[in-house]
């Protein structure tokens, strides 16, 4: 801005007048000479079809992010297809490549292998549906290649707490342990009566498939027992009955369903080599496909990683997946448990990538829960399953509320009640056999799918932040509350893709500091060429807005940019537009408002400015809020604009009957809160969505809408129990 206080030396003022009154004729002559017609052929020139660099950039962006989302994940020896169109709640890709090493697997409990080594496709038991890790049943899992142990705990846990822990089982308090070349099982069978036994014997191949317990050395209530059973032909059979879906005992032999000695998820598992050692018992898996497991670069050393398709976790779905599982403590065992996953996920934190891949920290799962014995009518202990899919119809009456009506749920789910699945008929779906033929699954009322809430809309409550659609053009939130709406009716709102969806504002208060209004133009409006107006920088006082900069007259004369000043007030025209009208024009230091006015000349024929949401109109600058910024589009009803020192206030009224976004009571400071609806966030599909985005590590938040990518990478994801996602810019790494 040009310093009024100056004054030039005595000696130059007759040589300045002289200039500028030469100039003032030039002035008048070339208005004279171009007219309207020339002034319209300028506007026409602005190069208004080419779109702003920000724009261009944004759209290169999205094209490299979308050739990421499309990719078609391979690795050692194994490869996905794409089954289906790739869309914003579904990659396509049928199937997820599992890779674990140095695990301690529970399925649930006790219940569980060390995982040595291990690769694995995971597929989901109904077709075009997600993998959901709340539901065991939706996914079966193929391992390829691996080498798992159960020790004496697991072994104990898989005859003593699953085989034979139903109401009427013959068999109760087994212990298992492992020695060199057998296994030893002791505990209590029913004779009339409860009466102890122990069992030595072989553990062996039956099949690719079974593992058969045959018995050797035989010992009741304290007597060797095994010559006198043989010498009457008496055999383990003739004494109990078993015959459950896991297992049968022929003879002496107790055969066993190796794909069934664990609760759900189904493991296919083709067995080529069994070892029984004090360490446990060793199976080694081989189905043939894969010559030796080559590690991709990001397994963890202690951990999984889970490639491609769709994975559910409570609320959120990571498509086309690309996720690392590590243990908190690099030195301790790492245990996982799949039925409790919830308990260590809200435990630990994620970080994200920029190309979207995840990295998730969690502790060891913590000590089993005790769970009853199963019904006599399953003849197998079911309750595992039914005590998992308990907890998850809990969990998924708070993670499928829509708040905003007293917090009741939006739908009644159906109560622990268990039935077995219909065949589902479709073509990518798992054979019925292969799948729960004899575990109970759940019975839930959803409104929707598991990829979809058809719930409320999506709302944001935005408090004391800086908000930056990009590089510095934004604004600071007081306090807003806006509704985030696809374009396309049904579809979540991406939040990468800022063409896709409008913010509609339903009440608030910003700040547009001067700063950012000049980056608006400079870097946005003002980015096209030829134009008139040039590197505008505002500053206010007293009420009013200056702005300078540079201007050519229609866009081209003369060859250089000549210095311009305005002073000017700015007033709301209608809910949506606001306007700039300057009552002080001034080129080289030469005011230029009275002679333009006196000569009926508007300000807009000699320096057109036409641009998506700006336009010179007569002698005012009329600003459409709705499309003024890069998009999304901002849509909102203007009450007030004040023009103070800091910058320019808007307000909006606030709109009657709107939903609203409820912030937690621990949500304080400086956040944004999203609530309600689908939001896809990186790849990752948000159902129902609740997440709050907070910077501890400042007093107020900056958040880049553009960016967000970035800002997300550098901190921490934590997963709260309710499925609620805590995003923190400012975590340490």
């Known amino acids: 801005m040009f310093d009024r206080q100056r004054r030039p030396a005595r000696g130059h003022l007759a040589l300045r007048a002289a200039g500028l009154s030469a100039l003032a004729g030039l002035f008048i002559s070339l208005v004279s000479l171009a007219g309207c017609g020339e002034a319209a052929v300028a506007a026409r020139?602005?190069?208004?079809?080419?779109?702003?660099?920000?724009?261009?950039?944004?759209?290169?962006?999205?094209?490299?992010?979308?050739?990421?989302?499309?990719?078609?994940?391979?690795?050692?020896?194994m490869s996905l297809t794409r089954t289906r169109e790739a869309t914003l709640r579904d990659s396509g890709i049928g199937a997820t490549m599992?890779?674990?090493?140095?695990?301690?697997?529970?399925?649930?409990?006790?219940?569980?292998?060390?995982?040595?080594?291990?690769?694995?496709?995971?597929?989901?038991?109904?077709?075009?549906?997600?993998?959901?890790?709340?539901?065991p049943t939706s996914v079966a899992i193929d391992v390829h290649r691996g080498e798992v142990t159960l020790d004496a705990d697991r072994l104990t846990a898989v005859f003593g707490q699953y085989?034979?822990?139903?109401?009427?089982?013959?068999?109760?308090?087994?212990?298992?342990?492992?020695?060199a070349g057998e296994l030893r099982v002791a505990g209590r069978m029913w004779r009339g009566a409860w009466v102890p036994f122990a069992l030595a014997g072989q553990l062996t191949l039956g099949s690719p498939r079974t593992l058969v317990f045959h018995a050797t050395r035989v010992n009741v209530a304290g007597v060797e027992a095994d010559r006198l059973m043989h010498a009457a032909h008496v055999r383990m059979a003739d004494l109990l009955t078993v015959d459950t879906p896991i297992a049968r005992l022929s003879g002496n032999d107790i055969v066993m369903r190796a794909a069934r000695l664990m609760p759900p998820p189904v493991l296919s598992m083709t067995i080529v080599g069994v070892k029984v050692s004090p360490e446990g018992v060793t199976l080694t898996l081989d189905d043939g496909t894969l010559k030796?497991?080559?590690?991709?670069?990001?397994?963890?050393?202690?951990?999984?990683?889970?490639?491609?398709?769709?994975?559910?976790?409570?609320?959120?779905?990571?498509?086309?997946?690309?996720?690392?599982l590590h243990p908190l403590d690099e030195q301790a065992p790492f245990v996982f448990d799949l039925y409790?996953?919830?308990?260590?996920?809200?435990?630990?934190?994620?970080?994200?990538?920029?190309?979207?891949?995840?990295?998730?920290?969690?502790?060891?799962?913590?000590?089993?829960?005790?769970v009853s014995p199963g019904s006599a009518s399953a003849r197998y202990n079911d309750t595992f399953l039914r005590a998992q899919q308990h907890a998850l119809e809990t969990a998924r009456q708070t993670w499928r509320t829509v708040p905003g009506n007293g917090n009741e749920p939006r739908e009644m789910v159906a109560g622990a009640t268990m039935t077995e699945p219909r065949a589902t008929g479709e073509k990518n779906a798992i054979a019925p056999d292969r799948l729960r033929a004899s575990w109970p699954a759940p019975s839930i009322a959803t409104p929707g799918t598991e990829r979809a809430s058809h719930g409320a809309p999506t709302c944001a409550h935005l408090s004391n932040v800086d908000f930056f659609v990009t590089g510095g053009i934004g604004f600071h939130v007081r306090s807003l509350d806006v509704q985030m709406v696809p374009k396309q009716p049904g579809d979540p709102v991406d939040l990468d893709?800022?063409?896709?969806?409008?913010?509609?504002?339903v009440g608030g208060e910003v700040l547009e500091p001067w700063p950012a209004m000049a980056a608006l133009f400079n870097d946005y409006l003002l980015d096209y060429s030829p134009r008139s107006l040039n590197a505008l920088s505002l500053t206010a006082h007293d009420g009013v807005l200056d702005v300078t900069g540079g201007v050519k007259l229609w866009n081209r004369v003369p060859g250089v940019w000549m210095p311009l000043s305005m002073t000017g007030t700015i007033e709301v025209l209608d809910a949506r537009h606001l306007a700039y009208a300057p009552n002080r024009v001034s080129v080289l230091g030469v005011p230029q408002a009275g002679l333009l006015r006196a000569l009926h000349i508007p300000l807009a024929s000699?320096?057109?400015?036409?641009?998506?949401?700006?336009?010179?109109?007569?002698?005012?600058?009329?600003?459409?809020?709705?499309?003024?910024?890069?998009?999304?589009?901002?849509?909102?009803?203007?009450?007030?604009?004040?023009?103070?020192?800091?910058?320019?206030?808007?307000?909006?009224?606030?709109?009657?009957?709107?939903?609203?976004?409820?912030?937690?009571?621990?949500?304080?400071?400086?956040?944004?809160?999203?609530?309600?609806?689908?939001?896809?966030?990186?790849?990752?599909?948000?159902?129902?969505?609740?997440?709050?985005?907070?910077?501890?590590?400042?007093?107020?938040?900056?958040?880049?809408?553009?960016?967000?990518?970035?800002?997300?990478?550098?901190?921490?994801?934590?997963?709260?129990?309710?499925?609620?996602?805590?995003?923190?810019?400012?975590?340490?790494?």
């Open 45 to 77: 020139a602005q190069g208004v079809d080419a779109p702003p660099r920000i724009e261009a950039l944004k759209s290169q962006e999205l094209e490299r992010e979308r050739q990421v989302r499309l990719r078609i994940p391979s690795a050692s020896a």
């Open 98 to 135: 599992l890779f674990a090493r140095d695990v301690d697997f529970r399925v649930t409990g006790q219940l569980g292998f060390v995982i040595h080594s291990m690769a694995a496709t995971m597929t989901p038991t109904r077709a075009g549906e997600p993998i959901v890790f709340d539901d």
């Open 606 to 733: 000699l320096t057109p400015l036409e641009r998506k949401g700006a336009k010179l109109t007569g002698d005012r600058l009329v600003f459409d809020q709705y499309t003024v910024f890069p998009p999304p589009l901002l849509a909102g009803r203007l009450e007030s604009a004040e023009v103070t020192d800091a910058g320019l206030v808007l307000k909006f009224a606030r709109e009657a009957g709107a939903e609203l976004a409820h912030p937690p009571a621990h949500a304080k400071g400086s956040y944004v809160w999203i609530e309600g609806g689908d939001v896809k966030m990186f790849d990752a599909l948000a159902v129902n969505a609740r997440t709050l985005i907070h910077d501890d590590s400042r007093e107020t938040m900056r958040f880049d809408l553009y960016d967000y990518r970035r800002d997300v990478a550098r901190g921490r994801v934590r997963m709260r129990a309710d499925g609620t996602l805590d995003v923190s810019l400012g975590a340490e790494r």
């Open 292 to 324: 030796t497991i080559e590690w991709p670069a990001r397994t963890p050393a202690r951990g999984m990683l889970l490639v491609g398709g769709d994975v559910k976790f409570m609320r959120s779905m990571p498509m086309n997946l690309d996720l690392a």
């Open 163 to 179: 085989l034979f822990d139903y109401a009427g089982a013959p068999l109760r308090d087994l212990r298992v342990t492992p020695a």
């Open 340 to 370: 409790r996953y919830r308990d260590q996920l809200s435990a630990g934190y994620m970080t994200f990538r920029p190309d979207g891949a995840l990295d998730v920290f969690v502790p060891s799962a913590a000590a089993p829960v005790a």
């Open 497 to 505: 893709d800022p063409n896709q969806y409008e913010i509609r504002i």
